[in-house]
């Protein structure tokens, strides 16, 4: 690496030289480098020559992207290779084409301004890769690229907009189906060139400065702002997606974003012309689009009117407030979904926040009101309304809070309409079956649901509708959430059975005694199947902590059993260990340990067969949140559990195990009472015991809450025994540092604490310090003289400042 980069320097030099012998040299260089990227497969050889090629960019910038599209487009079909083999299946992930074509991307960045639209056409490419660290490698260079830089924008050579000018001409040279097909990463580069600020950024080796600014009408910014806008219209109708909708008019939104009062007339009037346009464009699509747009419509030019640099803008805005008033269809919609509609009137908004108490109280009362409002005669208008709200789609069904009470309620009082949605439109109402379940189960006609949710068990569909509609149908329908379930295991369908699961833990916290049992049927099948997923969908629930307080110790064991197949702890299932401790601790305590027996032997498996494991097993995550709480209840246990599950294998790995962060958890920062039951097992002298223990002093540093048990470890170990050796490493750890010099003054602070262990009474603390300070003597030094070096060549490589040499 350092001959690589002494190369380079050089090379640097060399391309600011101007004489025959040195165009000479360099070519050959660039031919060599050509030759390697072209037909090359050793890996680290094609790393230098695209680093190569970066520097070599100044001299040959014409011939840098013709070059690396060549590389990336071959590179693909080689076999790389390192040392004249072909790189192992286990190590490929870290050396594949793929890490290739990323420095590739990397090397573009000396022609980004030389070659901007040829740049565009090599990144909207491989935007595009299947490599998804390739594609957001692309994305992220685009986007830098587009975006505003003070220092090329104002720079000694300033480019002011043109950079963003051309890129945004080539974008809207693209045809329709491409603008489409590139539509997000399009969106990206428009928000960026909208962008009302920029920043720039200066390094010296040792700091970095950051400018910010806003921007102003010259310079080209004008007319780029009035080429995005036009862009961004002319891709608004190419896609009748809602989400691709938004996404226009959230970046048509950045066209009205100012941060601060523009700083001279024609800028002022620069953003009042653009938003006056979009707003204008907006206002032509509320009584046209659909709901869900319209309610973006509302939400965002509302901000854009409480935000409004201009009477003008703000004058704009209240008209599409008032075309939104008048669209009927949308009020009611706004009462049912409007999870982002603005209720109130927008003057008053504006002026206090105690106009924005519109709570879905109000919203529930309409809501009651609606339904009280269907009839025979206006069935028919309101079956073809709800058909068309429940069109609506969200990632989050929580969202509609209020629909759903609509259409439970809808299920109670209009039955023979809730059972005819739930039937004849199964595709359009899939995310709001549960809500007619549920108020179908309490209605007049809920034989009739049972006939459909038997119908769909027997076929196997809408499950986990059914399964979650249970919640309303209390203890006369745990027959059909048994039979949800055993459909569910019949189709091998697991989720099925969580959620199934799921409503059994509430309805046995809502008084139902028996949904136990269906709880625990749903448990034997999932533990058949390796299966803990059901502890996600129970974790937050307090009915499981009343239903684990209900269970027996049997029933306990068969829940922590079941959590074994887990290969990570996540807070969900640390949630329900850190229930089912808080009435048997010792058992939870058991499992833990077993887990850390299981991650030592796959840790050897893994060791011994050389197989890389992305996703291997892990028995104690890094951070626990509750159960380290209940664990720390029982110190001297969770001690002993750990120091009789130790051996060999765990001397040099414990500190990066689960054991280690079991006690750092339950007695985060070397807390009271282990430094006792430590001291208990080192005064034994027994040679496990001190391993045991030097291994846990490992785990939580070297600062001065460890000092005195590890002092008690050196008055009962041999003078210059290993033990020595492994009593420095903990000792000498230091944390996090700051500064050039942090390591070494690290080791200074260190160097004093062991200076106080020199006055000690018993002699073999004081050779053991005099020989850990002589240690420490030469870190300090090493450390000093690292620092010295890199800090001469960060000064090599940003500058040393204009004040400094």
Known sequence: ????????????????????????????????????????TDYDELVNALKTIAVLTPKFHAAVLPLLTRFVESVRHRTLTMDGEPIQESRIRFRSPGHLIREAIEATTPVRYLHTVALVDFLLALSKSSDTEVAGKARRAFESLVEFDLNVFYGEHGLGAQPQIDIVARLARLDDDALVANADLVFSGL?????????????????VTISRGSVTSDWGVAPLRAAAIALLKRMYPLSESVGYRKNVLSTLGEAMRHERPALDEATAAMFERDALEVLAFVEGLVTAETLPLVQFIEHQTYWKYYHAATPNIAAAALRI????????????????????????????????????????????????????????????????????????????????????????????????????????????????????????????????????????IAAGTHLIAVAKSLIKGGERR?????????????????????????????????????????????????????????????????????????????????????????????????????????YDSLSVLDFLVSR?????????????????????????????????????????????????????????MFPYRGGARLLKAAFPNFADPLPGLLQELIAGADPTDIDFSLSVLRSFGGGAPILET??????????????????????????????EYGMAEAFERKRQDMLTWSADEDPRVRTFAAWLVKGLNQLIIQERQRADEGIELRKYRYGAGEHET
Request: glycine share 6%; net charge negative; proline share 2%.
């Open 596 to 652: 850390l027996k299981q991650e030592a032997t796959e840790h050897k498996r893994r060791r011994e067969t050389n197989v890389f494991e992305e996703d291997a097993f892990e028995a104690v995550p890094d951070h626990l949140h509750q159960l380290n709480k209940v664990l720390a209840k029982e110190p001297q246990a969770l001690v002993r559990a750990l120091r009789d599950g130790f051996d060999d294998d765990d001397r040099s």
């Open 478 to 582: 745990l027959g059909t959430l048994s039979a949800v379930i055993h459909k569910g295991s019949e189709l091998d369908n697991d989720d099925v059975i969580v959620h199934a699961m799921g409503t059994a833990a509430r309805l046995h916290g809502e008084g139902v005694v028996a949904a136990k049992g269906i709880f625990m049927h749903g448990l034997h099948e999932l533990a058949k199947r390796g299966n803990a997923d059901w502890a996600r969908a129970v974790w937050f629930n307090r009915d499981f902590k009343t239903l684990i307080a209900n269970m027996d110790a049997d029933e306990r064991s068969e829940v922590l059993r079941s959590l074994a197949s887990l290969s990570k702890l996540d807070y969900q299932a640390e949630e329900v260990l850190a229930a089912v401790c808080a």
């Open 321 to 456: 407030r008032d075309s939104l008033d008048q669209h009927a269809e949308y009020q009611i919609y706004k009462q049912l979904i409007g999870f982002e509609g603005i209720f109130g009137r927008w003057e008053d908004l504006r002026q206090s926040e105690a106009a924005w108490e519109y709570t879905d109280e109000k919203r529930r009362e309409f809501a009651h009101q609606y339904v009280a409002e269907i009839n025979d005669d206006n069935e028919t208008q309101w079956r073809t309304r709800i058909l068309k709200f429940s069109k609506t789609r969200s990632d989050d069904l929580a969202t509609f809070p209020v629909y759903y009470e609509f259409l439970e309620l809808l299920g109670q009082r209009r039955p023979q309409l809730a059972l005819e949605l739930l039937t004849a439109h199964e595709e359009t109402m899939g995310p709001f079956q549960i809500a007619l379940m549920a108020g179908l189960w309490v209605g007049p006609q809920s034989d009739d649901v049972v006939t459909i949710a038997d119908g769909w």
């Open 1 to 40: 690496m350092q001959n690589i980069e002494l190369r380079l320097a050089a090379l640097a030099k060399l391309v600011t030289a101007n004489s025959e012998s040195v165009e000479q040299r360099l070519g050959e260089e660039m031919a060599h480098v050509e030759q390697t990227l072209l037909t090359g």
């Open 191 to 207: 928000r960026r060139a909208l962008a009302a600020s920029m920043e720039g950024h200066t390094w010296t080796y040792k700091a």
């Open 710 to 739: 590890a002092k008690s470890i050196v008055k009962v170990v041999p003078e210059n025994s290993p033990a020595w050796n492994e009593l420095a490493a903990a000792l000498e750890t230091t944390g996090v540092v700051m500064g």
